[in-house]
């Protein structure tokens, strides 16, 4: 069980950690908050590519 990466960006999983990542990814269910951020993303993207600029505001934490 292992993860493998190069420096020029593969990734290799194996044994255990490619058996869990598969199942992952055939059967499981993103959290609303993972939708929310990937729909968030493509807009800001497609912004970019049109505007060639994108304006993000950032929230204070409650410090907690």
């Known amino acids: 069980m292992a993860v493998i990466s ?3 960006g593969q990734v290799k999983l194996t044994d255990d950690d ?3 990542f598969k199942n992952q990814v055939t059967y ?3 959290k609303v908050s993972a939708k929310k951020t990937a729909a968030d993303g ?3 993207f ?3 590519q049109k505007q060639g600029k ?3 505001s950032l ?3 409650s410090g907690k």
Do not use: H, M, N, Y
């Open 6 to 8: 190069s420096a020029f």
């Open 28 to 30: 499981g269910k993103p």
């Open 18 to 20: 490619a058996k869990k």
């Open 46 to 48: 497609t912004e970019f």
């Open 42 to 44: 493509q807009r800001l």
């Open 54 to 56: 994108v304006r993000i």
């Open 59 to 61: 929230k204070r934490s």
